[in-house]
């Protein structure tokens, strides 16, 4: 039970901002989201992650809502090299980071 | 960030025999763990390697057919024993350097099996 919803696969034109949606309504007041991204089965590179605000560092933003019943990663000026699978992760309790990746968003940028 | 690497990064295998891959990180580490992910699929987790003593095994996997060994905070080996072509897949580990950090991942050894 990976814990979290996110679309099959988005499009993004070049030099655009990617928009990646992430549904996580069970969430509880102190689980974190991460993002994690895999580009053509390399291994998964983390992207950021948040708890109730809003986080951005040098790779993307990250938007909460207020709620923390979703979330959106935004990759401000989408280029080729962001095409990759996305993965949005509640990790499991329990002492440690326990990571389930679900199937993730696919995201294809086009020139 | 740690630096991780894996050995090998690819192999081709025979039915029948067993592989050996070893991850190697730059810095000493609290966790390390043990992913598969099959052809088209998303990453599975295989177990937690714990340093001195026996690996923590996700469910649907066993010790005698993926034994972990962790000798220290660096270092982690996952064996492939008896293996058939449906063990083809890409095999990562990952490093976290508290219970609380976020976690990072080697660059994979991508098995075939035949």
């Known amino acids: 039970d990976a814990k979290t919803t996110q679309p099959p696969s988005m499009d993004c034109a070049e030099g655009r901002a990617a928009n990646l949606p992430c549904n996580h309504s069970?969430?509880?007041?102190?689980?974190?989201v991460y993002w994690y991204r895999q580009i053509h089965s390399q291994g998964p590179q983390y992207i950021i992650h948040?708890?109730?605000n809003n986080e951005t560092n040098e790779m993307a933003s990250l938007i909460i809502t207020e709620d923390r019943k979703s979330s959106t990663l935004i990759l401000p000026h989408a280029t080729l090299r962001d095409t990759a699978v996305y993965y949005c992760?509640?990790?499991?309790?329990?002492?440690?980071?326990?990571?389930?990746f679900g199937a993730g968003t696919r995201l294809a940028v086009h020139p | 960030s740690a630096v991780i690497s894996q050995k090998p990064s690819r192999d081709i295998c025979q039915r029948g025999t067993s592989l050996t891959i070893q991850c190697q990180v730059d810095s000493q580490v609290t966790m390390m763990f043990w992913y598969r992910q099959q052809p088209g699929q998303s990453l599975t987790l295989i177990a937690t390697a714990n340093q001195g003593s026996e690996a923590t095994y996700e469910s649907g996997f066993v010790i005698d057919k993926f034994p972990i060994s962790r000798p220290n905070l660096t270092f982690s080996t996952l064996t492939v024993s008896n293996m058939s072509p449906e063990d083809s897949s890409i095999y990562l580990c990952?490093?976290?350097?508290?219970?609380?950090?976020?976690?990072?991942f080697g660059p994979g050894t991508r098995l075939t099996v035949l």
């Open positions: 069970t969430i509880s007041g102190n689980e974190y």
């Open positions: 948040g708890l109730k």
């Open positions: 992760i509640r990790p499991f309790s329990g002492g440690y980071n326990k990571l389930i």
């Open positions: 990952s490093v976290q350097t508290s219970a609380t950090d976020t976690q990072y």
